[in-house]
């Protein structure tokens, strides 16, 4: 036998009802302030308290309304643990996604480190311009020398 606890606020009418006990049994254990062990944890877990349970539980309460909550005071109810395998399902597509833009990721900055180099890369250009061997030669060099100026193409060289 142990202590009622804090249970003493419960009737006689209560404690039969609640324990599954005769009338007479409950007003014994109102009288003498003592109930036997498994109804005083049968009592706990009434009140709320898992760790009863099981050690790891410590802390935890089951509270009025259903809910389970932590040490911490979060609070969960039923319908947020039944969700719990689809949240881990839905946690871990997400984890894998991340892993594949990560890959894409780093496979575009390759590519575009690639790009990079090649446009600063130092290109050269060959024109080969025809000219005709008639008098308007000497007009269409200096013609050709007067586009590349205009063009400012460094590098580019019109000789005769």
């Given amino acids: 036998m ?6 003493p606020n419960y009737s006689a ?3 039969a009802r609640l324990c599954f006990t005769s009338l007479r049994n409950a007003r014994r254990w109102k ?7 498994l109804v005083h944890a049968y009592l706990e877990l009434l009140r709320g308290r898992v760790e009863l349970i099981h050690k790891d539980w410590s802390g935890w309460i089951l509270n009025s ?3 389970l909550c932590t040490p911490d005071n979060d609070v969960f109810k039923p319908g947020h643990i039944v969700a719990m395998p689809m949240v881990y399902a839905s946690l871990r597509e997400h984890q894998r996604e991340v892993r594949e833009l990560k890959e894409r990721l780093q ?5 575009l480190k ?5 446009l600063l890369q130092p290109a050269t250009y060959t024109v080969t311009v025809q000219l005709p061997t008639t008098p308007a030669r000497l ?3 200096a013609a050709l020398r007067e586009t590349v100026a205009f063009l400012d193409l460094a590098g580019f060289s019109a000789t005769a």
């Fill in 2 to 7: 142990v202590q009622l606890g804090p249970f």
């Fill in 13 to 15: 009418d209560d404690l």
């Fill in 31 to 37: 009288q003498s302030k003592r109930v036997p062990r």
């Fill in 65 to 67: 309304r259903g809910e």
């Fill in 107 to 111: 496979q575009l900055l390759s590519e």
């Fill in 114 to 118: 690639q790009a990079q180099a090649a």
């Fill in 139 to 141: 007009d269409g060099l």
